[in-house]
């Protein structure tokens, strides 16, 4: 069962450009995380964000987690190549110690 | 720390073979995941394990799958026999705690032919 859908599901776009990716559950989560992963290698977590409303700034990129707790969006402002990548958001139900995770956003920064 | 290490980096055999794949965690988690991760499918979680011992395998796809953690610094995914729908990037993954950042390997690239 999929339970977190992301959109976009791929993104192409210039260095320097602005865009956001979305994260959405009908299911309410105690946590969300968001990964990134790069190619030939495993996800490697950006964030974790627990409180509804919550909003956490990494550098150029902003975490925001949604007031009941079903979604989450990261925005990435002025992008750059090194931003390229497959982001995944990954939920923790408020039972049991895993995570699932979304379908993934597959982002492109062109030079 | 060398992170998590999965072994092989890259499996190719033949359909109704068995395979083996194997993951060091990170000394001292507690939790470790295993996952496959396709185009079609994303990455779907298979079995994860607490101690040792396996907490949720509703995952795990069919009996063809098993998985064991022997000891604290081992684990195996075993499916036997092979398909080829089973080809993916098998990854594990480790955790501290539950409900704690992941730390994932770099995966095991399977090719079922």
């Known amino acids: 069962t999929q339970l977190l859908e992301q959109s976009p599901q791929f993104l192409s776009i210039q260095e320097g450009e602005n865009l956001t990716v979305y994260c959405n559950s009908s299911s309410v989560f105690s946590s969300l995380q968001w990964y990134r992963q790069e190619p030939g290698e495993g996800p490697v977590l950006l964030v974790t964000?627990?409180?509804?409303?919550e909003v956490k700034k990494l550098k150029r990129l902003t975490f925001q987690f949604g007031d009941a707790r079903k979604d989450s969006s990261l925005h990435i402002t002025a992008a750059q190549p090194g931003d390229t990548g497959l982001y995944l958001c990954?939920?923790?139900?408020?039972?049991?110690?895993?995570?699932?995770f979304g379908t993934g956003t597959s982002l492109t920064v062109i030079p | 720390d060398a992170g998590v290490i999965q072994s092989p980096r890259h499996e190719v055999t033949e359909m109704g073979q068995e395979v083996t794949l194997r993951c060091k965690p990170i000394s001292g988690h507690d939790y470790l995941f295993w996952y496959r991760q396709t185009m079609m499918r994303g990455l779907e979680l298979l079995i994860y394990f607490n101690n040792n011992v396996p907490i949720d395998d509703s995952g795990m796809p069919e009996d063809r799958f098993s998985a064991k953690m022997p000891n604290a610094s081992f684990s195996t995914l075993k499916i036997q026999p092979s398909e080829p729908r089973d080809s993916a990037v098998y990854f594990c993954?480790?955790?501290?705690?539950?409900?704690?950042?992941?730390?994932f390997g770099p995966g095991t690239r399977l090719l079922v032919l």
């Open positions: 964000v627990v409180t509804g409303g």
């Open positions: 990954a939920g923790a139900p408020t039972t049991g110690n895993q995570f699932y």
């Open positions: 993954a480790s955790s501290p705690s539950g409900g704690e950042t992941q730390y």
